[in-house]
Every structure is written in structure tokens, then in C-alpha cells.
């Protein structure tokens, strides 16, 4: 699997604007549908969906959302290269390419360790793991036909070293809790060719106090996970930031909060940053709540 699409290419496909949702896999098939539909005409270019553990099966569940769809591209964000072994991975990559052309984006990712703990693995040199990955997954042998259009490729990538192995061995990365100055400086280390991918939480609501208890909720599950705050040390942020729930300051740099306009901006900082698409997580009163009326009101702002 090493033909990829190229990060020019997948930036034009996607376009700048996408959705990234935990919230559609507490949902049955048939409301998953009626929100793919309702996304796809408001103009989103993706939806993006995680493999967390206990959640859907994530190529079933790509296939789930791309039949429901005409144009819209499903991209993995991401699938755990510990829940398969790298032949799976990239046939069931090839095997959604071929079925739903040009509309499936393979993002895989090493994860964390206690997912993989969970999973019966050991979280060791995940680096050096994944480039191993991609090797297996290079030489898997495929019996079907081979994709129209060949699928794209990218890594979840928050360190320097494994954006760079993004931009080596694959189309580009998939960023993650990150602020505005992770941007600019991923888009450095990329190179102007790789495709950025940003996802961005955002909580509609004016009031602080509202907004930062909905962003902190979701926020300190990952303050918690060396992957997520080291990369913000990296950035800057102390302990004062980063102990318990997080600071005032840094979660008003990891979540977007406030009305449509505050939102929009904080997307547009991302693109004027370096990111080709934005994929926009809202965050509701549940969090199963699918928040599509604030999707519709964002994408009047952003897509028009």
C-alpha cells in the first residue's frame, strides 16, 4: 500500500472544513445516515471518526458512513495499529478505496499506552513500532483489485519525529488537541508538499465559566496522557497549565469557545497557520449530542 494520494491532492479533495465526531458512535446506523446526509449538504468536505477502545469497529464503520454518502470522504482519526495487524489494515483500506473511490482517508495512529495496555499490548518505542507497521503494510499481498484512486495515507503526529515519518512515509498527519502555534510549527517540520490535517474541539456558549466546564470535561482525559501534555510542554505550558483540570489558559488554547463568529476565527488562525483542513469537533450538552444545528450555523459562516 505505498501508492497514497499526495498531500496537494488530498487538500483539494477535502477542502478546509471537515467534522471530526466521538458523538456519531453512540448512535444507531440509521441516525448516523440522516446525520451524514445533513453534513454533506451543509458543505462539509469529511467527517472524520476515532477507534477508541470499546468504540465501532472502525472500518465498519467507515463503510457505514461512506454508503451513506454521495461525496463526502470518511477519513480514520485514527485507527490503532494495535487492534490489527498491518495486513488487515491496509486491505481493508484498499478494500473501502475500491467500493467508495476517492472518498476513504486511512489515518492511523500508535495510540497511548493505556488503550494498548487495555488491548493486552506494551507501549514501547512507538516510533521505530510504526515505521515497522508501515513496512508490513507496504508489502501486504492483495487480492482484490487495486483502488480507481489510490487511498490516501497519513499518521496522527504531534512530536518531531514522528511528523516527520508523516511526511516520509505517508501523505501527511492528523493533529490533535493541539493550539494555533502547534500549527505553524507542524507545518514546518512537514514541508510545504504533506497534508495538515487540525483538528479543533469547540464549545458553542458566551459565558467563561459555562463554556471552560464543557471544555474541561473533555479536555482533562487528555491533559492526563503524556502524549498530549508533553507535546504542550514543548509549547510552553508548565505545570501550573497543565496539573489537574488545566488552566484557564490552556484550555482556551486547546478549545474553541464563545459564539460562531469566536469559533470561525479560531478555524481561520489554523488555515492562516499552515493547515489544509480543519475538522471541527463540538462539544454539546452530552456526549452523544451531535450538535448538527451548530454544524449548519458554522458552515454558513465558513463555507457560505
Known amino acids: 500500500m505505498t501508492d497514497g494520494r499526495g498531500g496537494r491532492a488530498l487538500a483539494q479533495t477535502l477542502g478546509p472544513l ?29 467527517i472524520w471518526i476515532p477507534e477508541s477502545v470499546g468504540s465501532k469497529e472502525i472500518f465498519s464503520h467507515a463503510a457505514i458512513l461512506l454508503a451513506a454518502g454521495r461525496r ?16 488487515a489494515a491496509a486491505n481493508g483500506a484498499r478494500a473501502l478505496g475500491d467500493a467508495f473511490p476517492g472518498r476513504f482517508l486511512f489515518g492511523l495512529g500508535v495510540s497511548h499506552a493505556p488503550s494498548v495496555a487495555t488491548r493486552g499490548g506494551s507501549y514501547e ?27 490516501g495515507r497519513i499518521l496522527a503526529a504531534l512530536g518531531p519525529r514522528m511528523l516527520e515519518l508523516s ?43 459555562e463554556a471552560r ?30 496539573d489537574g483540570s488545566g488552566s484557564d489558559r490552556v484550555i482556551d488554547a486547546v478549545v474553541a469557545w464563545g459564539d460562531v463568529a469566536s469559533i470561525a476565527a479560531r478555524v481561520r488562525a489554523h488555515v492562516e ?8 469537533q ?8 451531535l450538535c448538527l444545528a451548530q454544524f449548519r450555523e458554522l458552515a454558513a459562516v465558513l463555507i457560505g
Open 18 to 46: 471537515g467534522v471530526w465526531s466521538f458523538a456519531l458512535q453512540a448512535h444507531s446506523a440509521n441516525e448516523e445516515r440522516a446525520a451524514v446526509a445533513e453534513l454533506e449538504a451543509a458543505g462539509y468536505g469529511a
Open 72 to 87: 463526502i470522504v470518511v477519513a480514520t482519526g485514527v485507527a490503532n495499529i494495535w487492534a490489527r495487524d498491518p495486513m
Open 125 to 151: 518505542r512507538p516510533l521505530q513500532r510504526m515505521r515497522t507497521y508501515l513496512d508490513a503494510m507496504d508489502a501486504a499481498h492483495y487480492s482484490g483489485p487495486a483502488p480507481a484512486v489510490p487511498v
Open 167 to 209: 511526511a516520509e512515509r505517508a501523505d501527511g498527519a492528523h493533529t490533535y488537541f493541539v493550539p494555533v502555534e502547534h500549527t505553524v510549527e507542524a507545518r514546518a517540520r512537514l514541508g510545504p508538499e504533506p497534508f495538515l490535517a487540525v483538528e479543533q474541539t469547540a464549545v458553542f456558549g458566551t459565558d467563561p465559566a
Open 213 to 242: 466546564r464543557i471544555a474541561r470535561e473533555f479536555a482533562v482525559r487528555y491533559l492526563a496522557l503524556p502524549n498530549y501534555a508533553n507535546n504542550l510542554r514543548r509549547l510552553g505550558y508548565g505545570d501550573a497549565d497543565l
Open 273 to 280: 497557520a499552515g493547515a489544509d483542513h480543519v475538522c471541527i
Open 282 to 289: 463540538l462539544r454539546g450538552a452530552t456526549p452523544a449530542d
